[in-house]
């Protein structure tokens, strides 16, 4: 038995961090979220050129349709290879044929030049006609200038910000930070450390996994009233799987839940993406419904189609070469992985 679906959408991915998997050790371990960041993270965008850029984002792309993700919501940086990345990114995703909406994080980690070349990649992108919004990598990381700057550059494009926010605690002033800035139009990742009555416009992207994994704590979107929609934060492209641990994890804090709240924040990212709603993906598995899918491992998209054209068809896509793209991946990430 199979059944058909709109297409999945991620509503807040890195792409980049798919050539990370089995990167050197950092120098030592973290102990806490700041030194994930300065020690991973932070050191593995500053490494990255266009052929890593375009070699991760073939692979995420490629794992996306693999699980019935049609739509990307990407979020990027690249210090040291910003111009022309999101074109990148963006041919990288229309090769497999999965949609794409992308923005540049700019931040001032590396200087006040840095935060403007990437506040250009945005505008040069999007006025070229690509599918994007301006991105801010979090308000701690950004001064006033730059944060006023990148809301003013999306309201003059007609476009809303994608921004980290209140991830760690080292971002807690991020409500102040960012007052009369927001629109309902923002993209507000994260927000654990974001406070139930804050003030804030924009839908929440709730990424339950690398919420656990950097141990930052539990965001409970439950608890706010903007709209809330799943990603995964740049671990790989599986939708449903962020619904299952997303349910879990409000299960593990109120034990008269169940899953139809998670699937409704999967379903939001249709508000993302309307285009996705139109994409069909036929499941390996029958019926298709929040709680059915909680519960059942192992659930695989047999087709996929995206404006009609079948991009995945036997549960292999039909565009590109799987095996090519990961061969290609493995090459990049040994060269990553030597520069770190």
Not at 75 to 101: F, K, M, Q, T, Y
Not at 127 to 142: D, E, L, P, R, S
Not at 156 to 172: A, F, P
Not at 264 to 279: F, H, M, N, Q, Y
């Amino acid at each position: 038995m199979t059944a058909t679906t709109p297409g999945l959408v991620c509503a807040h991915h890195h792409l980049y961090s798919a050539l990370a998997r089995g990167m050197p050790a950092p120098p030592k371990v973290a102990s806490n979220f700041q030194e994930v960041l300065e020690q991973v993270w932070w050191r593995l965008d500053t490494a990255l050129d266009l052929d890593m850029i375009r070699a991760s984002a073939l692979l995420g792309a490629l794992e996306a349709l693999e699980n019935g993700t049609t739509a990307i919501v990407d979020h990027h940086e690249s210090p040291n290879a910003i111009e022309g990345s999101l074109d990148v990114i963006a041919e990288a995703c229309a090769e497999v044929g999965v949609r794409l909406l992308v923005a540049y994080g700019i931040t001032d980690r590396h200087g006040a030049d840095g935060a403007k070349r990437g506040l250009e990649e945005n505008e040069r992108f999007i006025k070229a006609g690509g599918n994007g919004m301006v991105g801010i990598h979090a308000a701690f990381t950004c001064s006033d200038d730059s944060l006023e700057a990148a809301a003013g550059l999306a309201a003059d494009l007609g476009v809303g910000v994608h921004i980290h926010v209140c991830e760690g605690i080292g971002d807690i002033d991020a409500p102040n930070r960012l007052e009369g800035l927001t629109t309902d139009d923002w993209l507000l990742s994260h927000c654990v450390h974001l406070p139930t009555d804050h003030t804030l416009r924009g839908t929440i992207l709730h990424n339950p996994m690398s919420n656990l994994n950097n141990a930052v704590g539990y965001a409970n979107p439950a608890r706010f009233s903007n709209p809330v929609a799943l990603g995964t934060d740049g671990i790989g492209g599986n939708v449903l799987e962020s619904f299952r641990l997303a349910y879990v994890m409000q299960r593990s804090v109120d034990i008269t839940v169940g899953p139809d709240p998670a699937w409704r924040w999967l379903e939001t990212g249709w508000d993302i993406v309307p285009e996705a709603r139109d994409d069909e993906v036929t499941w390996s598995y029958d019926p298709m419904d929040p709680w059915h899918i909680a519960f059942t491992p192992g659930i695989r998209p047999l087709e996929v189609k995206v404006d009609g054209e079948t991009i995945l068809a036997d549960g292999k896509p039909t565009r590109v070469d799987a095996d090519e793209i990961r061969a290609v991946a493995r090459e990049q990430a040994a060269r990553l992985h030597a520069r770190l």
